[in-house]
């Protein structure tokens, strides 16, 4: 196992068997990122308080871009999840155990 | 038959579907074992597992108090899909790491993986008792809630018939009776129905609100002649709360001891990432469902106060219903999918409560069948404790107990996320944290200062409680060795 599939995260680094396992390791950190990313943006503290809303959707624009950011929040998680390796035994250095 | 004879009569014959499948699942077990009782043997598969995971995270609180908030609050109320979806989010960072170690040590509570990661640690013991004391209070709070829920939706669709007393009593007797029969897998079973009921009765109720309100826009423009700064941005106050409350239920949710005993259950890690990604679009059919339900009630219920705002739902079924025979049968399929899905949380909760209280609270030795009856024997009793407490003190907010639950539950966060990544964490340092979390998250309570500038108290808290917990593990030990397990 290479010292880059060790770090890569949870429950990846003993599945990893070669250049695939990094590739979807990284990938699943770029998901979780854009969906803290998705998050900030979801919450309008970067709006003036108080300002009347267009409506976008039939909803409030603030309450558009939150709902878009939540729907993205969803497609980014699902696919983390289906890239997360979920291990049925306990992997080297895993869960900060004694 | 009235809308209300019709009510009992639905009851009547959910209640006597879910006692034969408590039955079914009574004949299905294994053995005696706490395993089997508590986690079904560990063989949940994804479909089971992901209506189970479904069933419990959307309750009481979901169907009666994210509308009712939403009432309250307006648009800003889009936050709750939020918070819901961090749910899912946050479980990345505890079960590709909690899964495999509960597998290779047979974990059944959460105190295990707390007796497991701190071993015989200076402090060890105490902080087991600590995390134990927190989760149970906060199971308490959380069945209360639901047994109220119960009581108020028996109350409200029966037309009264069945009073809101004994719609608490009987319908807490039933869970407890399927649940103590078929124990992990008549609840999951009795689970994957309520979850199907609750999407069907929520998505069909949705529709003939946005029917009836002209559509999406025509509905905002309702709301906005009766609240008009309901679609303004909102003040800083309001988004920091916002944030603080994705953090909140994000961070404590995934500590919810039934949710890790579901980690703990499934038939796979496999079948597990499956069911969490089919969760993590839940929080849109369903938490984004729940508040437009709520925002709909706004222009039709005028003038609710707190409390009456949490019966939006009941109230907006009874509307429905009243308009001819075809909706009545309409709201009463809604009703059983809303009962189902607060009894579905209210049995899970009682099933972690009695492994919970039994094994990390009171230290039973995990003698199978000793252990297993002492459990449902703890789970009766808290039932009923609840119960009396939800007859006495009926005028609570849905949302202020699950606030209190979780600004309690969420000091809990650095013994489980820390601790799973930070091989370094102590259990001293840890306990204190916990303590001096608890304390503040308490205080606020006791002062009635919820927030602090739109931060929950119990985040501020934990915000503390994490900082005392790792600078204290960053110090050398004082003796080499000393307290290692």
């Known amino acids: 196992m290479t010292e880059r599939a060790r770090a890569a995260g949870p429950g990846r680094a003993a599945q990893s068997t070669g250049g695939g396992a990094v590739w979807r390791a990284r990938l699943r950190r770029a998901l979780l990122a854009g969906i803290g990313l998705l998050y900030a943006i979801s919450i309008p503290w970067y709006r003036t308080a108080g300002e009347d809303a267009e409506l976008v959707w039939g909803l409030p624009d603030w309450v558009a871009v939150a709902l878009g950011c939540y729907v993205g929040v969803a497609l980014l998680n699902a696919v983390a999840w289906l890239l997360t390796e979920v291990p049925d035994a306990p992997t080297e250095g895993s869960g900060g155990s004694r | ?485």
């Not at chain 2, 005696?32 to 508590?38: G, L, N, W």
């Not at chain 2, 609840?187 to 129905?193: G, H, P």
């Not at chain 2, 025509?218 to 941005?233: D, F, G, K, N, S």
Request: hydrophobic share 55%; proline share 4%.
């Open chain 2, 1 to 485: 038959m009235s809308f209300a004879e019709l009510g009992l009569a639905a009851l009547g014959l959910y209640l006597a579907v879910l006692l034969v499948i408590a039955e079914l699942a009574r004949r299905a077990r294994r053995n005696r074992s706490p395993a089997d009782h508590f986690l079904a043997g560990r063989e949940l598969g994804v479909f089971v597992l992901f209506l189970t995971l479904y069933a419990t995270a959307y309750s009481g609180n979901s169907l009666l108090g994210y509308p009712g908030e939403a009432y309250r609050r307006g648009f800003s109320w889009i936050m709750a899909t939020g918070f819901m979806l961090s749910i899912i989010v946050v479980f990345h960072a505890l079960v590709p790491r909690l899964r495999p170690l509960a597998l290779a040590h047979g974990f059944v509570t959460p105190g295990d993986w707390v007796r497991h990661r701190f071993g015989q640690e200076a402090g060890a013991q105490w902080l087991r008792f600590g995390v134990a004391l927190l989760m149970t209070t906060a199971l308490a709070n959380f069945l209360f809630a639901q047994l109220k829920a119960m009581g108020e939706m028996a109350e409200q669709v029966t037309g009264g018939i069945v009073p809101y007393e004994a719609g608490v009593a009987v319908l807490a007797g039933v869970i407890l009776a399927y649940e103590t029969l078929g124990g992990m897998r008549a609840v999951a079973w009795t689970d994957a129905a309520q979850g199907i009921l609750m999407m069907l009765g929520l998505g069909a109720l949705l529709t003939w609100l946005l029917g009836a309100a002209g559509g999406l826009e025509a509905l905002t423009l309702q709301i906005l002649e009766v609240r008009p700064h309901a679609a303004r941005v909102p003040e800083t106050r309001e988004a920091a709360n916002w944030a603080s409350t994705v953090l909140l239920l994000g961070l404590a949710s995934v500590i919810y001891p039934q949710a890790i005993q579901r980690i703990y259950a499934a038939r796979s890690g496999r079948a597990l990432k499956r069911s969490l990604a089919l969760m993590t679009f839940m929080p849109l059919t369903t938490t984004l469902v729940v508040t437009l339900i709520g925002l709909a009630a706004i222009p039709r219920l005028r003038g609710l106060d707190a409390v009456q705002a949490d019966r939006v739902m009941p109230l907006l079924l009874e509307q429905w219903a009243a308009l001819g025979p075809a909706y009545a049968y309409a709201g009463l399929a809604v009703f059983i999918g809303a009962l189902a899905a607060i009894m579905s949380t209210a049995d899970s909760v009682l099933l972690s409560l009695g492994s919970l209280v039994a094994e990390d609270l009171l230290g039973r030795p995990r003698r199978a069948e000793g252990t297993a009856s002492l459990g449902k024997w703890i789970a009766a009793g808290v039932m009923l404790a609840m119960a009396v407490l939800a007859w006495v003190a009926r005028d609570v907010t849905l949302w202020g107990l699950i606030e209190l639950k979780m600004e309690l539950l969420i000091q809990c966060v650095p013994a489980f996320l820390i601790a799973i990544h930070w091989p370094r964490l102590r259990a001293s340092s840890t306990l204190v944290g916990l303590l001096v979390g608890t304390a503040i998250a308490v205080a606020g309570v006791a002062l009635d200062v919820k927030r602090v500038g739109g931060i929950h108290m119990g985040v501020i808290g934990l915000a503390v409680n994490a900082a005392i917990a790792t600078a204290g593990s960053l110090f050398p030990r004082r003796a080499a060795g000393a307290g290692a397990p």
